[in-house]
């Protein structure tokens, strides 16, 4: 059996990663093609060297200034001819991106089959988040196997009528958690020695004050709600000058511009170029929690213990909120500053949300993937 991987974005190169090296061990059985678009190239280093990933195919879509309608249209052409030219039995695609989207469509027009890594997460909202919701809603009209992290993903398929077109649904567990325990693993071995880890090591161990990790990139959330979201950040940290606010400030113009305005010259936030996943994850273990818009880390943080404040409406990601510890607050100024507040003055409510949470798996969910596509290649 031949699988492509197509990725393209630094969270669906972390995801692929143990399902490519769990390919990899049955390289008897299985061939992978891996196939990347470059959607995050300044980011994706750091995850093939960690990862020991070499990308077969880059297709080096990225154009400066780009819109979501001509990355779209790159992609469906330049994955369209490359599935022309390779053999391939499946194409492998995960997530929510463009990348994959693209993908997904690419395959489905030359009848190949497609095989979703984290199917069924959903919003119920086309605006929240943009374009993902919709994209994910593509590729589960496309799909023959769907990879559902958690049963109520699998839910949402169901109530999709997804299994009436013959598809197949799995609930496997996420395959981020399996990446976060891979790479908890090797840092033991040789913790990362990146300046920003350090700073976070020597603050708490100096002031043996608390550090809130912050990440902020979501599409929706540009403009007047991210402006909102940086002037959180400065209250938090004018009413908290113990505590350190590390933000890895991602490369998006749309994030540059009013994070470095705003919080540019604080003295207890730091803000560092975007940092690669052994940074991030180090980080992620020594912080005391985490504000952030992003979906993977809502998997990851509770897989550490890490309580998370989340700066959106809705997630599609509503475990981890139920089992209590991520909170909801949208881009609200007041929200995030009176929950953040919470959680570094009321011990109580802290030590409440700062408990290992595993509604996403339990790590090993690349063998039952795999294990599943192999039975379609024995057939």
């Not at 929950?339 to 949300?353: T, V, W």
Request: charged share 20%; aromatic share 6%.
């Amino acid at each position: 059996m031949r699988l492509a991987f197509v990725f393209g974005t630094r969270p669906e190169a972390i995801k692929l990663a143990p399902l490519i090296a769990e390919a990899a061990r049955r390289g008897d059985r299985v061939q992978s093609l891996l196939i990347t678009t470059g959607q995050h190239r300044e980011m994706l280093g750091a995850i093939f060297k960690l990862f020991a990933i070499t990308p077969d195919i880059d297709l080096q879509l990225m154009e400066p200034g780009q819109t979501l309608a001509g990355l779209n249209a790159r992609a469906l052409t330049a994955v369209t001819k490359t599935l022309r030219e390779n053999s391939v039995d499946v194409v492998v695609v995960q997530g929510d991106t463009t990348t994959a989207m693209a993908a997904a469509v690419a395959a489905f027009y030359q009848r190949i089959p497609v095989a979703h890594v984290e199917a069924g997460l959903r919003t119920d909202r086309l605006d929240a988040p943009f374009p993902e919701e919709f994209n994910r809603r593509v590729i589960g009209q496309i799909a023959r196997w769907h990879f559902a992290p958690t049963q109520r993903a699998k839910d949402a398929l169901l109530r999709d009528g997804i299994a009436a077109t013959g598809a197949e649904i799995h609930v496997t567990g996420n395959t981020g958690i399996d990446a976060l325990h891979a790479a908890v693993a090797k840092l033991r071995q040789q913790p990362d020695a990146s300046e920003i880890v350090h700073d976070a090591r020597e603050w708490k161990s100096a002031t043996r004050g608390p550090v809130v990790l912050i990440t902020g990139h979501r599409r929706e959330n540009f403009g007047r709600p991210f402006e909102e979201f940086c002037a959180a950040l400065r209250d938090i940290a004018a009413a908290h000058p113990q505590a350190l606010l590390i933000y890895p400030v991602h490369l998006n113009p749309n994030v540059q511009e009013p994070v470095h305005r705003m919080l540019n010259g604080l003295e207890n936030i730091r803000l560092a170029p975007a940092l690669d996943y052994p940074a991030f994850v180090s980080i992620m273990a020594l912080c005391d929690f985490i504000i952030t818009d992003s979906g993977g880390v809502q998997e990851e943080a509770p897989a550490l213990g890490k309580p998370v404040i989340v700066v959106r409406d809705v997630t599609e990601r509503p475990e981890a909120v139920e089992a209590g510890g991520v909170i909801l607050t949208g881009a609200s100024r007041a929200r995030i500053v009176a929950e953040a507040g919470r959680l570094l003055d009321d011990p109580q409510h802290y030590a409440s949300m700062a408990q290992v949470r595993t509604p996403y798996g339990d790590g090993h969910a690349s063998g039952r993937i795999m294990d599943v596509l192999e039975k379609f290649s024995s057939r």
